[in-house]
């Protein structure tokens, strides 16, 4: 099921990248015009703060080293130009055997979705996904991800397999970054013990998941307190932290007033 040392060598690159919406909520705030970044400008602020971006950002990164690497790939997803739209890539090996890559939800490595090869399988497997284990269940141009995790609780999620289009993921990619939500999420995969945890700040809380469970962090009362911990635990700058928080603490504001009146 794991994918072949061509696709993993370029996966690699990204194993220290965050996933997050922060970027996002900036960038709304400062740019004008077309807020889906380059790749190039997505390296410059990587190098000055430490981030990465969404998962439109991660594919559209990713699949820019898969081209330059000689490795064929294209966008998958589900729900794209809408609020729900997820994305990820398919790369192919030299066979044409198909990989599912999706750093958005920082999946350890990529995982084999065709059924009719021989190394594919329908049971569980662990060491692809943070603190759970999966399962890859095909349809017809479809693929099912079933999350089996410690505490017995399963969650899914599907990608339609057919390649999108280059002109409309940049698209959805547009609609993605002009539509900010109010609650803030930054995620990264993080060493914890004898394996790679998941650590998520999702509108103002914050927890680590392991293969031994959820543990949830103290709640902090201030933004310099949340962004000096999101720093400790991923490395981005802290001004930039600080500064992208007030954003989205004053989007709060705005939306609980709104909910009152």
């Known amino acids: 099921m794991k994918a072949p040392q061509e696709i993993l060598s370029v996966w690699k690159k990204f194993d ?14 400062k ?18 703060y430490g981030i990465s971006g ?17 490795i064929k790939a294209y966008p998958v997803g589900h729900a794209l130009n809408t609020e729900d739209a997820h994305v990820g890539l398919v790369a192919e090996d030299a066979s044409g055997k198909r990989y599912l890559c999706d750093l958005g939800d920082l999946w350890l490595q990529p995982i084999l979705i065709d059924e009719n090869s021989k190394e594919f399988t329908k049971e569980r497997l662990a060491g692809f ?11 017809q141009n479809e693929v099912e991800i079933v999350y089996h995790r410690p505490n017995g609780k399963q969650s899914r999620q599907s990608y339609e397999t057919e390649p999108v289009a280059m002109d409309y993921f940049m698209e959805a990619a ?29 509108d103002w809380e914050s927890k680590l998941s392991t293969s031994k469970g959820l543990f949830p962090e103290e709640p902090l009362s201030t933004i310099e307190e949340w962004a000096e911990r999101i720093r400790e635990r991923t490395g981005a700058d802290k001004e930039f932290l600080i500064e992208t928080l007030k954003i989205y603490d004053k989007m709060d504001h705005i939306q609980e007033k709104s909910e009152d009146g």
């Not at 220290?16 to 705030?29: G, I, L, Q, R, V």
């Not at 969404?54 to 000689?70: I, P, R």
């Not at 995969?189 to 945890?197: D, K, S």
């Open 54 to 70: 969404n998962c439109f950002d991660l594919a559209f990164w990713l699949l820019d080293e898969f081209t330059k690497a000689g």
């Open 129 to 139: 996904f943070p603190a759970a284990e999966v399962q890859v269940l095909p349809k």
């Open 174 to 202: 547009e609609f993605s970054q002009n539509h900010v939500y109010p609650k803030p999420l930054f995620e990264k995969r993080v060493p914890y013990e004898n394996e790679i945890a998941h650590w998520e700040f999702d």
């Open 31 to 48: 740019a004008e015009g077309k807020r889906q970044r380059s790749v190039a400008l997505m390296k410059k602020h990587r190098i000055q």
């Open 16 to 29: 220290d990248f965050p996933m997050e919406t922060f970027t996002k909520a900036w960038f709304y705030s």
